[in-house]
């Protein structure tokens, strides 16, 4: 019985860790590069992640779950735009992420944009906006909500 038990909380214990092991960026040249490689779109995050209730509830209900983990993992690229009060931050981030806010408006936290990057002829990159969304309390109905706008690309 013992065995049993323990074979069970290894499994959870892994399942567990594959939500927490995603690959969220923070630079969006590297995010960029990566989409266009793997030809998929990239999921921006913007989030005040020591200071806003509901992007941490966000994070709690649907982006920390192994289904939104699992779903992730094959549709986008995942980037966090942070937007933190007293934890320190890297100035060149910080200037990227308030560029970008300021490129998509956002106005409220959190804020979930869905873009494809589009390589033109000068070789510059151009985001293509696909939809937004906010929280959510289900990883079911939040993931359902996107696949609507990854189906536009």
Wanted: hydrophobic share 40%.
């Amino acid at each position: 019985m013992k065995k049993i038990i323990f074979a069970f909380a290894f499994l959870i214990s892994g399942l567990v860790a594959q939500a927490q092991e995603l690959n969220w960026h923070t630079d969006m040249a590297k995010a960029t590069e990566a989409s266009l490689k793997e030809n998929k779109p990239l999921l921006l995050f913007f989030t005040g992640s020591d200071w806003c209730g509901w992007c941490i509830k966000l994070q709690r209900d649907v982006l920390k779950t192994n289904e939104f983990a699992t779903w992730a993992t094959q549709n986008v690229i995942l980037v966090e735009l942070d937007f933190p009060k007293s934890k320190p931050q890297d100035q060149n981030i910080k200037m990227q992420n308030q560029q970008l806010a300021q490129t998509f408006g956002i106005q409220g936290y959190p804020t979930v944009w869905f873009v494809n990057p589009i390589k033109g002829t000068d070789n510059k990159v151009n985001l293509s906006g696909l939809g937004s969304l906010g929280y959510d309390n289900s990883a079911k109905n939040w993931i359902s909500k996107a696949n609507a706008f990854l189906a536009k690309k």
